[in-house]
């Protein structure tokens, strides 16, 4: 086998990934999560832009809509993993006065 083309989610392909970079098999995934690629691995790729990336889109839409407050909920799936974790390095919107971040799960309370 030359490369593995997927897997489609986030989570899947974090399974995966430290078995093809041990097994020298490259790996393109479709998910978009930014943990696929880093830290750098030699043989993992992914196709979609990175989450950042799409949080940067996001902000300056917001901005020229005028937009100053938003509420990020994500999933406890891989991307959603992903997003909660790189939110914090994400830029923020110069438009917002107060930037103010709260995850919310599907998990019940404890």
């Known amino acids: 086998m030359l490369a593995i083309i997927g897997p489609s989610t986030s989570g899947e392909t974090m399974q995966i990934k430290k078995l093809c970079e041990e097994n020298q098999m490259i790996l393109v995934s479709c998910a978009a999560a930014d943990a696929i ?34 509420a990020i909920l994500t999933g406890n799936d891989g991307f959603g993993a992903s997003a909660r974790n790189s939110s914090r390095n994400w830029p923020k919107p110069k438009a917002s006065k107060l930037w103010r971040t709260r995850f919310m799960t599907n998990r019940p309370p404890t």
């Open 37 to 70: 690629v880093n830290p750098l691995a030699k043989y993992v790729f992914k196709t979609p832009q990175k989450d950042s990336q799409a949080a940067t889109w996001i902000y300056r839409t917001m901005k020229e809509k005028g937009i100053s407050k938003i």
